[in-house]
Protein backbone atom coordinates (compact mmCIF):
# COMPACT_ATOMS: atom_id res chain seq x y z
CA UNK A 1 0.00 0.00 0.00
CA UNK A 2 1.26 3.54 -1.13
CA UNK A 3 1.41 6.03 1.78
CA UNK A 4 0.12 9.28 1.84
CA UNK A 5 3.65 11.07 1.69
CA UNK A 6 4.56 8.76 -1.40
CA UNK A 7 1.34 9.73 -2.92
CA UNK A 8 1.88 13.85 -2.29
CA UNK A 9 5.68 13.71 -3.54
CA UNK A 10 5.01 11.53 -6.77
CA UNK A 11 2.22 14.24 -7.99
CA UNK A 12 4.38 17.04 -7.01
CA UNK A 13 6.91 15.56 -9.40
CA UNK A 14 3.95 14.94 -12.38
CA UNK A 15 2.85 18.19 -12.17
CA UNK A 16 7.14 19.66 -12.18
CA UNK A 17 7.43 17.15 -15.40
CA UNK A 18 4.74 17.77 -17.09
CA UNK A 19 4.81 21.39 -16.48
CA UNK A 20 8.62 21.21 -17.97
CA UNK A 21 7.81 19.18 -20.50
CA UNK A 22 10.03 16.60 -19.80
CA UNK A 23 10.07 13.27 -21.68
CA UNK A 24 9.80 11.00 -18.65
CA UNK A 25 8.05 7.06 -17.82
CA UNK A 26 6.90 5.72 -14.51
CA UNK A 27 8.05 2.09 -13.49
CA UNK A 28 5.72 -0.29 -11.77
CA UNK A 29 6.54 -0.50 -8.05
CA UNK A 30 6.57 -4.08 -7.34
CA UNK A 31 3.98 -3.55 -4.50
CA UNK A 32 6.17 -1.52 -2.83
CA UNK A 33 5.56 1.32 -1.32
CA UNK A 34 7.23 3.34 -3.94
CA UNK A 35 7.26 5.29 -7.34
CA UNK A 36 9.32 5.49 -10.05
CA UNK A 37 9.86 8.02 -12.18
CA UNK A 38 12.74 7.47 -15.54
CA UNK A 39 13.71 10.58 -17.07
CA UNK A 40 15.37 11.88 -20.16
CA UNK A 41 17.05 14.88 -20.05
CA UNK A 42 18.54 16.08 -23.74
CA UNK A 43 21.93 16.94 -23.81
CA UNK A 44 25.12 18.57 -25.80
CA UNK A 45 28.03 16.24 -25.14
CA UNK A 46 25.94 13.52 -24.21
CA UNK A 47 23.00 12.44 -26.22
CA UNK A 48 21.42 12.38 -23.24
CA UNK A 49 21.01 11.53 -19.34
CA UNK A 50 18.78 9.19 -17.94
CA UNK A 51 17.56 10.17 -14.14
CA UNK A 52 15.71 7.54 -11.54
CA UNK A 53 13.61 9.32 -8.93
CA UNK A 54 12.70 6.71 -6.31
CA UNK A 55 10.19 8.27 -4.35
CA UNK A 56 9.10 6.85 -0.72
CA UNK A 57 7.78 7.31 2.47
CA UNK A 58 11.12 8.72 3.78
CA UNK A 59 11.73 10.84 0.92
CA UNK A 60 13.33 10.99 -2.83
CA UNK A 61 16.60 8.93 -4.17
CA UNK A 62 17.70 10.84 -7.37
CA UNK A 63 20.25 8.34 -9.25
CA UNK A 64 21.88 9.21 -12.96
CA UNK A 65 23.85 7.29 -15.10
CA UNK A 66 26.74 9.12 -16.29
CA UNK A 67 29.51 6.86 -18.28
CA UNK A 68 30.99 3.38 -17.78
CA UNK A 69 33.64 2.03 -15.71
CA UNK A 70 37.07 4.26 -16.85
CA UNK A 71 39.37 2.06 -19.06
CA UNK A 72 42.44 3.71 -17.66
CA UNK A 73 43.88 5.90 -14.86
CA UNK A 74 41.26 4.99 -11.98
CA UNK A 75 42.88 6.90 -9.89
CA UNK A 76 43.16 10.37 -11.67
CA UNK A 77 39.30 9.71 -12.39
CA UNK A 78 38.42 9.26 -8.61
CA UNK A 79 40.23 12.22 -7.54
CA UNK A 80 39.31 14.61 -9.85
CA UNK A 81 35.64 12.80 -9.09
CA UNK A 82 36.28 13.44 -5.38
CA UNK A 83 36.98 17.03 -6.12
CA UNK A 84 34.09 17.99 -8.03
CA UNK A 85 31.83 16.64 -5.21
CA UNK A 86 32.90 19.49 -3.57
CA UNK A 87 30.62 21.38 -5.40
CA UNK A 88 28.16 19.94 -6.40
CA UNK A 89 24.65 20.86 -5.11
CA UNK A 90 22.57 17.96 -3.56
CA UNK A 91 24.08 15.20 -6.24
CA UNK A 92 27.42 13.15 -5.87
CA UNK A 93 29.60 11.29 -7.49
CA UNK A 94 30.00 7.37 -6.86
CA UNK A 95 30.63 4.37 -8.33
CA UNK A 96 28.17 1.21 -8.43
CA UNK A 97 29.64 -2.69 -7.97
CA UNK A 98 30.50 -2.91 -11.41
CA UNK A 99 32.63 0.63 -11.18
CA UNK A 100 29.99 2.73 -13.86
CA UNK A 101 30.11 6.14 -12.68
CA UNK A 102 26.97 7.79 -11.31
CA UNK A 103 25.35 10.88 -9.38
CA UNK A 104 23.31 9.94 -6.71
CA UNK A 105 21.27 12.14 -3.78
CA UNK A 106 19.11 11.90 -1.34
CA UNK A 107 16.39 14.06 -0.02
CA UNK A 108 14.02 14.54 2.47
CA UNK A 109 10.19 15.08 1.35
CA UNK A 110 9.41 18.00 2.82
CA UNK A 111 12.29 19.35 1.03
CA UNK A 112 10.69 18.54 -2.24
CA UNK A 113 9.10 21.70 -4.04
CA UNK A 114 8.75 22.28 -7.56
CA UNK A 115 11.85 24.95 -7.18
CA UNK A 116 13.58 22.65 -5.51
CA UNK A 117 13.32 19.60 -8.43
CA UNK A 118 14.14 22.16 -10.52
CA UNK A 119 17.93 22.77 -8.77
CA UNK A 120 18.31 19.58 -8.12
CA UNK A 121 17.66 18.32 -12.15
CA UNK A 122 19.89 21.31 -13.35
CA UNK A 123 22.77 20.37 -11.30
CA UNK A 124 22.25 16.84 -12.66
CA UNK A 125 22.29 17.63 -16.24
CA UNK A 126 24.94 20.51 -15.70
CA UNK A 127 27.27 17.45 -14.13
CA UNK A 128 26.74 14.72 -16.31
CA UNK A 129 26.61 16.21 -19.35
CA UNK A 130 29.35 19.16 -18.57
CA UNK A 131 31.85 16.82 -16.67
CA UNK A 132 31.26 14.04 -19.37
CA UNK A 133 33.92 14.97 -21.55
CA UNK A 134 36.24 15.34 -19.12
CA UNK A 135 36.07 12.02 -17.71
CA UNK A 136 36.27 10.69 -21.05
CA UNK A 137 39.51 12.30 -21.31
CA UNK A 138 41.49 11.36 -17.96
CA UNK A 139 39.69 7.97 -18.11
CA UNK A 140 39.50 6.46 -21.63
CA UNK A 141 42.11 8.51 -23.68
CA UNK A 142 43.81 5.30 -25.18
CA UNK A 143 40.11 4.09 -26.76
CA UNK A 144 39.78 7.86 -27.89
CA UNK A 145 43.03 7.61 -29.88
CA UNK A 146 42.82 4.26 -31.53
CA UNK A 147 39.02 5.01 -32.20
CA UNK A 148 40.65 8.20 -34.10
CA UNK A 149 43.62 6.28 -35.99
CA UNK A 150 40.89 4.27 -36.83
CA UNK A 151 38.27 6.17 -38.49
CA UNK A 152 41.37 8.34 -40.12
CA UNK A 153 42.48 5.16 -41.66
CA UNK A 154 39.00 4.19 -43.37
CA UNK A 155 37.92 8.28 -44.01
CA UNK A 156 35.55 8.02 -41.41
CA UNK A 157 33.64 11.16 -40.05
CA UNK A 158 35.66 12.51 -36.92
CA UNK A 159 32.59 15.04 -36.34
CA UNK A 160 31.74 13.48 -32.58
CA UNK A 161 35.34 13.30 -31.53
CA UNK A 162 36.21 16.59 -32.17
CA UNK A 163 36.29 17.86 -29.23
CA UNK A 164 39.51 15.29 -27.79
CA UNK A 165 41.35 16.69 -31.06
CA UNK A 166 44.25 18.29 -28.68
CA UNK A 167 44.76 15.26 -27.48
CA UNK A 168 45.63 13.68 -30.37
CA UNK A 169 49.60 13.14 -30.80
CA UNK A 170 50.94 14.88 -34.38
CA UNK A 171 47.80 16.20 -35.57
CA UNK A 172 46.98 19.07 -36.34
CA UNK A 173 43.47 20.96 -36.36
CA UNK A 174 41.78 20.49 -39.09
CA UNK A 175 43.88 17.34 -40.94
CA UNK A 176 46.45 14.48 -40.56
CA UNK A 177 50.26 15.93 -40.60
CA UNK A 178 51.27 15.57 -43.97
CA UNK A 179 54.49 13.15 -42.84
CA UNK A 180 51.32 10.95 -41.14
CA UNK A 181 53.68 10.82 -38.02
CA UNK A 182 51.01 10.23 -34.71
CA UNK A 183 48.28 8.20 -33.99
CA UNK A 184 45.86 10.19 -36.51
CA UNK A 185 48.33 8.10 -39.41
CA UNK A 186 46.63 7.77 -42.89
CA UNK A 187 47.69 4.57 -42.83
CA UNK A 188 46.49 3.63 -39.90
CA UNK A 189 48.92 2.16 -38.16
CA UNK A 190 48.11 1.46 -34.47
CA UNK A 191 44.36 1.47 -35.50
CA UNK A 192 41.84 -1.39 -33.57
CA UNK A 193 40.60 -3.88 -35.57
CA UNK A 194 37.97 -4.28 -38.01
CA UNK A 195 34.92 -3.06 -36.52
CA UNK A 196 36.59 -0.13 -34.07
CA UNK A 197 36.85 -0.27 -30.77
CA UNK A 198 34.68 0.69 -27.85
CA UNK A 199 35.45 4.20 -27.71
CA UNK A 200 32.86 5.35 -30.04
CA UNK A 201 29.65 4.30 -27.86
CA UNK A 202 31.54 5.91 -25.22
CA UNK A 203 31.95 9.08 -26.27
CA UNK A 204 28.32 8.99 -27.82
CA UNK A 205 26.71 8.45 -24.87
CA UNK A 206 28.61 7.21 -22.19
CA UNK A 207 27.01 2.90 -23.18
CA UNK A 208 24.01 2.17 -21.61
CA UNK A 209 23.36 2.18 -18.27
CA UNK A 210 22.03 -1.29 -16.61
CA UNK A 211 18.24 -0.91 -16.03
CA UNK A 212 18.04 1.67 -13.28
CA UNK A 213 16.52 0.50 -9.98
CA UNK A 214 16.70 -3.05 -10.53
CA UNK A 215 19.81 -2.85 -8.18
CA UNK A 216 19.34 0.00 -5.88
CA UNK A 217 21.49 -1.11 -3.43
CA UNK A 218 24.37 -1.28 -5.42
CA UNK A 219 24.78 2.12 -6.18
CA UNK A 220 23.88 3.03 -2.70
CA UNK A 221 26.60 0.40 -1.02
CA UNK A 222 29.12 1.72 -3.16
CA UNK A 223 28.41 5.51 -2.06
CA UNK A 224 28.97 4.28 1.87
CA UNK A 225 32.11 3.25 0.85
Request: contains cysteine; aromatic residues 6%; negative net charge.
Amino acid sequence: MTSQVTTDLSGTIEDFLGERELTYSRKDSGGKDADYFVIELPGEKKLKTTVLLTVGPHGLRLEAFVCRKPDENHEGVYKWMLKRNRRLYGVAYTLDNAGDIYLVGRHSADSITAAELDRLLGQTLEAADGDFNVLLEIGFITSIRREWAWRVSRGESLNNLKAFEHLIEGHEPGGVRPDGVGVGRADGAGAPPAGGSRAESVVQNGVAPRDLGDDEDDVSDSAKA
